[in-house]
């Protein structure tokens, strides 16, 4: 069964850049959708960025220019650069994966999240 596993987390100052990884544990290429979400606090969880198996990618409006999402198939990894942070991007972020299993639909996959603390 395929699991996420996201690193990657930690404090940083406002205008610095942190990269989120999350390990795949089976073949990524199962995976037909996957995506960073985060949760702040006092807040709702928020998509922030999605990459189709194609490659196409989607992002909040809050995060355009900012972040970027990508995936490395040979290492069954996804990523998300995250540049000029602000202490408004403070929250757990988790790695999202949709595994279709049939025509009709399939199974949503989340990790287990990484705390970013944007602070100075």
């Known amino acids: 069964q395929v699991t996420l596993v996201e690193s990657g987390g930690g404090l940083v100052q406002p205008g610095g850049s942190l990269r989120l990884s999350c390990a795949v544990s089976?073949?990524?290429?199962?995976?037909?959708?996957m995506s960073w979400y985060r949760q702040a606090p006092g807040k709702e969880r928020e998509s922030v960025a999605t990459?189709?198996?194609?490659?196409?990618?989607i992002y909040a409006d809050s995060v355009k220019g900012r972040f970027a999402i990508s995936r490395d198939n040979a290492k069954n990894t996804m990523f998300l650069q995250m540049n000029s942070l602000t202490p408004e991007d403070t929250a757990v972020y988790y790695c999202?994966?949709?595994?279709?299993?049939?025509?009709?639909?399939?199974?949503?996959?989340w990790g287990q999240g990484t705390l970013v603390t944007v602070s100075s």
């Open positions: 999202n994966a949709f595994r279709q299993t049939s025509i009709e639909g399939g199974i949503e996959l």
């Open positions: 089976g073949n990524i290429l199962r995976l037909s959708r």
């Open positions: 990459i189709t198996d194609g490659g196409r990618t």
